[in-house]
T-cell receptor, first 112, second 114 residues
Framework: DQQVKQNSPSLSVQEGRISILNCDYT??????FLWYKKYPAEGPTFLIS?????DKNEDGRFTVFLNKSAKHLSLHIVPSQPGDSAVYFC???????????FGTGTSLTVIP | DVKVTQSSRYLVKRTGEKVFLECVQD?????MFWYRQDPGLGLRLIYF???????EKGDIPEGYSVSREKKERFSLILESASTNQTSMYLC?????????????FGSGTRLTVV
């Protein structure tokens, strides 16, 4: 049973605009969340994280928002750039941090 | 920076062959993982290991086994490769730095079984 879900398989955005990628989870015990970015034929690379004690974390053009009551997190990319075109995975873990559960990914295309 | 190295980027194997996928990490991490990535299915956990000679089944262990004889090396074995094991295989090592933790992934091995 998929505990972390990304319901949008793909997203297209114009360069310079905002990209919003969404992620939902079912296990209320998850307390740490990550976003990874993956280019074709490469391994995923860490993008940004957020702990459940926060509702927002920002790193440059990337901001992650966490809504614990809705069991929902989102990644905002502003402004979007063509180099952001990739598959984005969200992941969640319990307080052990030993195992992460991944979503199915959202393929973002930023159109020049 | 932690480096996770997967020995092959691309492999083509025949049905029924025994296949070894090797993964090495250089930061003395205890936890290592094998995932496969398929379109529409995301990253699915095959096996993981918390220490030398220890292994735990993930969500899709059927048709796979693993070996961890040394802390830095975690091998995935396809006992008898089948076409439905054609996939991208990703090895990861988990890190923890204070309150921050996550995975470092290798570059992946694209396996094609013909």
């Amino acid at each position: 049973d998929q505990q972390v879900k990304q319901n949008s398989p793909s997203l297209s955005v114009q360069e310079g605009r905002i990209s919003i990628l969404n992620c939902d989870y079912t296990n209320s015990m998850f307390d740490y969340f990550l976003w990874y970015k993956k280019y074709p034929a490469e391994g995923p690379t860490f993008l940004i994280s957020i702990s459940s004690i926060k509702d927002k974390n920002e790193d440059g053009r990337f901001t992650v928002f966490l809504n614990k009551s809705a069991k929902h997190l989102s990644l905002h990319i502003v402004p979007s750039q063509p180099g952001d075109s990739a598959v984005y995975f969200c992941a969640a873990s319990l307080n052990t941090g030993n195992q992460f559960y991944f979503g199915t990914g959202t393929s973002l295309t930023v159109i020049p | 920076d932690v480096k996770v190295t997967q020995s092959s980027r691309y492999l083509v194997k025949r049905t029924g062959e025994k296949v070894f996928l090797e993964c090495v990490q250089d930061m003395d991490h205890e936890n290592m993982f094998w995932y496969r990535q398929d379109p529409g299915l995301g990253l699915r956990l095959i096996y993981f290991s918390y220490d030398v000679k220890m292994k735990e089944k993930g969500d899709i262990p059927e048709g796979y086994s693993v070996s961890r004889e040394k802390k830095e090396r975690f091998s995935l074995i396809l006992e008898s490769a089948s076409t439905n094991q054609t996939s991208m295989y990703l090895c990861a090592s988990s890190f923890r730095t204070g309150n921050y933790y996550g995975y470092t992934f290798g570059s992946g091995t694209r396996l094609t079984v013909v």
